[in-house]
């Protein structure tokens, strides 16, 4: 199955329900890792064309990143980084997109791991469908205009989590490591 023909996001269309102060916090942190950290890879990813050996490093961390987002939306404790990609290798993606372990090895090449064919099209389709059918702006904070909007956003989401009862210090740990 390629990219363009996998369900994003299917929960959040199903109806899924999460309590309203669980969900405020999942969605904004699920927001800054895609926000902060998946934008980054994709550049690294594209920028990285004369480095095979880093693209490899940066597209297995975008896929672990995204088992990490797709554990918090489904209300999943997190686990270690060190597990994400044999946990999404075994069992996929279910919040993020329906996707399963062999849809992810195709989508972020990982044959060519193994000395197959190396091509990192398939994962710049997936980013894209996944930020337009994100449910909110995720502004790109690596260019000028970014960075307002960034802080556009951040504000919108302290507001959100007033309403919701939340304190948006809980993004706090996530903005020290990005």
Same mark, same amino acid.
């Given at each position: ?55 490899s490093a940066v597209k297995l961390r975008l896929l672990e990143q995204l ?11 997190? #686990? ?6 044999? !946990?999404?290798?075994?069992? @996929? =993606?279910?919040?993020?997109?329906? +996707? ?9 090449a990982l044959a060519e791991e193994f000395g197959g064919p190396s091509s ?31 802080? #556009? ?6 507001? !959100?989590?007033?309403?919701? @009862? =939340?304190?948006?210090?809980?993004? +706090? ?6």
């Open positions: 199955m390629n990219a363009a023909d996998i369900s994003v996001f299917p929960q959040v269309r199903a109806g899924h329900a999460r309590p309203v102060t669980a969900a405020v916090e999942a969605w904004v942190q699920a927001a800054w890792l895609m926000l902060a950290e998946g934008r980054s890879y994709i550049e690294d990813i594209e920028g990285g064309t004369d480095q095979p050996q880093m693209q088992v990490d987002v797709d554990n918090r939306l489904a209300g999943r404790v997190p #686990v270690a980084d060190a597990h994400c990609l044999a !946990l999404g290798l075994e069992y @996929g =993606l279910q919040e993020v997109a329906q +996707a399963s372990g062999t849809d992810l090895i195709e989508i972020f990192h099209d398939e994962i710049f389709v997936f980013w894209e469908r996944l930020l337009e059918a994100f449910p909110g702006e995720l502004p790109d904070r690596l260019i000028a205009q970014g960075q307002r909007d960034m802080l #556009v956003t951040l504000r919108s989401w302290a507001v !959100l989590s007033r309403a919701a @009862g =939340l304190d948006i210090g809980f993004l +706090a740990p996530f903005m020290k490591e990005a």
